[in-house]
């Protein structure tokens, strides 16, 4: 069956920065890819509020994601961590803020409860940080 998509396209961003194949990509700081993102995220929200086709705004969305990504590799060129421990926080913070999502529970629950979840959260890891 091989790799899924999304494997493949990790796979070439890994070769495009970490392996340095893109002359593009080694050019890039974190603070461009700062830039590029705000760039292409104006981008899509232009193609979403202009009613724009259904390909264009998934292209949209795909740069986003390859620029998210970039930038994930740029962090670990950088030494500054890896795209491992980058997801690895995301879980983990989807874990602490929406642990609904990990139970096998099916019983939904609102958009009110969720939030409330949320901001508990939130509100437990700034007093952490403090």
């Given at each position: ?8 396209l990790?796979?070439l961003?890994?070769?495009?920065v ?10 890039q ?51 500054l ?40 959260a ?9």
């Amino acid at each position: 069956m091989g790799d899924s998509v999304f494997s493949q396209l990790m796979n070439l961003i890994r070769l495009m920065v970490l392996d340095g194949r893109c002359p593009w990509s080694r050019e890039q700081s974190l603070l461009s890819m700062i830039e590029h993102i705000l760039q292409e995220c104006q981008e899509f929200s232009d193609a979403v509020s202009g009613g724009k086709a259904t390909q264009e705004i998934g292209s949209e969305a795909g740069d986003i994601l390859t620029l998210t990504l970039i930038l994930c590799f740029l962090l670990e060129r950088e030494g500054l961590t890896t795209t491992e421990n980058i997801a690895d926080q995301a879980i983990a913070k989807l874990r602490r803020r929406a642990p609904y999502l990990f139970r096998d529970c099916h019983k939904p629950i609102t958009l009110e409860e969720a939030d409330h979840l949320w901001e508990l959260a939130k509100l437990r890891e700034e007093k952490l940080q403090e």
